[in-house]
């Protein structure tokens, strides 16, 4: 297996665990016993080559990535998540910083400022960027059918295909988000490659993952892992000044997003509970699997996760912070 950071090419590396083919099929499938687990299963054999994938960290930029390197397909997200209208999100930090950020650039400019949102869910973002951009310039690429019908209900023009192939965005974009899309993604010189050739000369681009020191407190509490093939890169501040030097950018904004106390501990238990399903005949494995014992026990487990983890949370929230990193970036002109 080639171990050569994807970031900075570096082959320092620690190992921070290996999962099995069947350890990643139960993250995404609690019932063992359906046809769509063993179908996963076997999916993710061939999808790897292999019967498991590390994660490891990179000894040089810090950055965090499956090995092999290899995002989520079609067929692995078809199997992996059943479709689900509610799961879209509504306003997030990302998207208030970005707004901030294009509402404090010149407003003539925006006039003439096409914007491209690569993933761009159900609208949410966009909804509330044609205050400030006219739907006529702003751009979407979404591959649910659902998701892309409620975006051209803003007026606005979807493509339902990957953005790093769409040939005729040449020179088109003056800033480009990617939100929560970078972390799914394998071939980081390809996926920058083609925001440099569809992006303008002084374009943005806004990025958001999830925040890295929040998944390490995660994992290293024993809630759920940040799984391969579905997120298979994760992000460090230091990680985007290498990206961001190697491809023509200057960072100009970096930020986590704050948390709180209750918000933190209401992920946390939810997520423990969830890793706790992982494991044959547990106890929250036997309450998931039924329709009727998840009605009457999993909110009285995740409560008693809750108060179990509360004064362990309540000392560190603070140093792991919320959900979210968001980086603004400026493309450097050629002169
Ligand atoms: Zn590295």
């Not at 297996?1 to 993250?27: F, K, Q, T, W």
């Not at 051209?152 to 040449?170: A, T, Y």
Request: proline fraction near 3%.
């Amino acid at each position: 297996m080639n171990n050569i950071c994807p970031v900075c090419g570096s082959e320092r590396n620690e190992v921070l665990y290996e999962v099995s083919c069947d350890d990643s099929a139960r993250h995404f499938i609690v019932n063992r016993k359906c046809e769509r687990f063993s179908q996963l299963r076997t999916h993710l054999e061939n999808l790897w080559g292999a019967n498991s994938c590390c994660v490891l960290r990179c000894g040089d930029c810090g950055f965090s990535y499956a090995n092999p390197y290899i995002g989520g397909d079609k067929k692995f997200y078809d199997l992996a998540y059943q479709r689900n209208t509610d799961a879209y999100p509504t306003w997030k930090f990302e998207f208030q910083e970005t707004f901030n950020f294009l509402s404090s650039l010149c407003l003539e400019r925006l006039e003439d400022f096409p914007v491209l949102e690569v993933g761009a869910g159900d609208g949410a973002f966009i909804r509330k960027l044609t205050e400030i951009v006219p739907s006529n310039f702003i751009w979407a690429t979404e591959f649910s059918d659902y998701g892309a019908q409620q975006i051209r209900k803003l007026g606005v023009q979807v493509s339902q295909v990957d953005f790093r192939e769409q040939e005729e965005w040449d020179n088109k974009f003056a800033a480009i988000c990617l939100f929560q899309v970078l972390e799914h993604l394998d071939d980081i010189p390809k996926t920058f490659e083609a925001i440099n050739r569809i992006t303008r000369e002084n374009a943005y681009l806004f990025i958001a993952v999830p925040n890295n020191k929040r998944i390490d407190f995660n994992e290293s509490n024993g809630a759920l892992l940040d799984m391969p093939p579905n997120h298979i890169g994760r992000y460090t501040e230091n990680s985007f000044k290498v990206i961001a030097q190697k491809f023509g950018w200057t960072i100009e904004d970096y930020k986590i997003e704050p948390a709180s106390l209750k918000s933190f501990l209401d992920e946390f238990a939810l997520y423990k509970y969830l890793r706790n399903t992982q494991t044959d005949n547990s106890l929250d494995y036997l309450i998931e699997s039924s329709r009727l014992l998840r009605k009457l026990f999993k909110n009285s487990r995740v409560a008693h996760l809750k108060k179990l983890y509360r004064a362990k949370i309540a000392m560190h929230y603070q140093e792991a912070l919320g959900s979210s990193q968001w980086i603004a970036l400026h493309k450097k002109s050629h002169e």
